[in-house]
């Protein structure tokens, strides 16, 4: 079936630093992919998705490509700030599930702790 | 405006208490959903209303009674639950079953 994996965390980086958080998926088909943040005490926001091979979505400095060939869509950023210490999910629409529904396959998520 | 609210916030509920969870939207979104996250886990599917139906049951126990009362509105009704249900519930809608899902901020339960 369908699956999404993403690196184990947490990730601990430095200000400034830069981020990569690896996710690999497996689907048949071509479906959309996300990356979803989750702030402590939160409910989940949409950071960036991608719906075709070779499309980058992109939004506050994070950026990930959807690469077919490899079946990944990594996030990255530049420049991490404390304020993006979160938790991380990627995650695919399942084009599988019936015709007419929408369900989404969720990684295990990452953590990532930014620290001044 | 890509905003999905839920009330309460919190809740605390015994076994044999009925409580509701309520999640509203004003987007013209035309399919909802519930999914309860537990800690340190991905959420999980638990609803989907597409049109105001009930499009999928993720085989969730029969205490957990979800309602659609309009296109707006999504309920879970809660009763006789466990202590394991105890959760975060995040509702989320999106345009039409096929698009992007947004979500809410979530009710936190304990059930004691």
């Known amino acids: 079936g369908n699956s999404v994996t993403q690196m184990e965390g947490p990730v601990t980086l430095s200000e400034e630093a830069f981020l990569t958080i690896n996710c690999t998926y497996t689907?048949?088909?071509?479906?959309?992919l996300f990356w979803y943040v989750q702030y402590p005490g939160e409910g989940l926001q949409l950071l960036l998705k991608a719906t075709k091979a070779d499309d980058k979505g992109s939004n506050k400095g994070f950026e990930a490509t959807y690469r077919k060939e490899t079946t990944s869509f990594h996030l990255e950023k530049g420049s991490v700030q404390v304020s993006d210490s979160a938790v991380y999910f990627c995650a695919l629409r399942d084009m599988n599930y019936g015709g007419a529904t929408n369900k989404l396959i969720f990684g295990t998520g990452t953590l990532l702790a930014v620290q001044p | 405006d890509t905003e999905v609210t839920q009330t309460p916030k919190h809740l605390v509920m015994g076994m044999t208490n009925k409580k509701s969870l309520k999640c509203e939207q004003h987007?013209?979104?035309?399919?909802m959903y519930w999914y309860k996250q537990k800690a340190k886990k991905p959420p999980e599917l638990m609803f989907v209303y597409s049109y105001e139906k009930l499009s999928i049951n993720e085989s969730v126990p029969s205490r957990f009674s979800p309602e659609c009362p309009n296109s707006s509105l999504l309920n879970l009704h809660l009763h006789a639950l466990q202590p394991e249900d105890s959760a975060l519930y995040l509702c989320?809608?999106?345009?039409?079953?096929?698009?992007?899902?947004?979500f809410g901020p979530g009710t936190r339960l304990l059930v004691l």
């Open positions: 987007m013209g979104h035309r399919a």
């Open positions: 989320a809608s999106s345009p039409y079953s096929k698009e992007t899902q947004y």
């Open positions: 689907a048949t088909g071509y479906p959309s």
